[in-house]
């Protein structure tokens, strides 16, 4: 089963994205905090407090501690490929190619996972609201912002190509005033796929 959302006001969501990776471990250095942390393996404070409860108070941690921290390897493979073959789909009408944005591909994530939780295929999110109160919730600022999703696509390529051959979608793709790009992956407990794809022209 896959499915496509557009919209007329140029923003889409796809959804694709559980991680099931086993988390790795890693060992507090000194003058590590959770932030650094967090930044250096591109994900979130509050994702390594819920991955480590014997961590009583965040702003307290010691060298040598082993802290977990999420896999995404296999997750931010797949989604570097779809940044690649938009930029690749951009390149073809003269358009300059989309930086990643590790903090905005988060956020597709959450979404992907969030339509995952609660049973959903929309641009509006129960827990988040619209897109732009997303986004600007999870600290990003932008003056323009567009979304992609989609879900049952298998690979990076299938999804491109469905986006591709939706005239919403491609437009977002084809946006001439985004500049950054995220995408998130989430796949349900049967390995279903969700796919999101946040664009931003920052402020």
Known sequence: ?????????????????????????????????????AVNNETGVSELVS????????NLIYAGQKISVPNLQD???????????VNVER???????????????????YKSQDMINKNYFSHISPTYGSPFAMMEN?????????????MGQRTAQEVVTSWMNSPGHRAN???????????????TSTGVPYWTQEFIKPL
Request: hydrophobic content about 45%.
């Open 1 to 37: 089963m896959k499915k496509i959302i557009s919209t007329a006001l140029l923003f889409t969501m796809l959804a694709a994205t559980d991680v099931s990776a086993q988390n790795l471990s890693y060992t507090v250095q000194p003058g590590d905090t959770l932030w650094r942390i």
């Open 91 to 109: 390149s073809k009408v003269g358009l300059g190619p989309l930086t990643s944005n590790w903090q905005l591909s988060r956020v597709a994530r």
């Open 75 to 85: 997750v931010k493979t797949q989604e570097t490929e779809v940044i690649r073959l």
């Open 138 to 150: 999870f600290g990003l600022t932008f003056s323009s912002a567009g979304e992609n999703i989609a």
């Open 51 to 58: 991955l480590n409860p014997q961590i009583a108070n965040p």
């Open 173 to 187: 793709i084809l946006n001439a005033s985004y500049t950054q790009i995220g995408v998130g992956l989430a796949r």
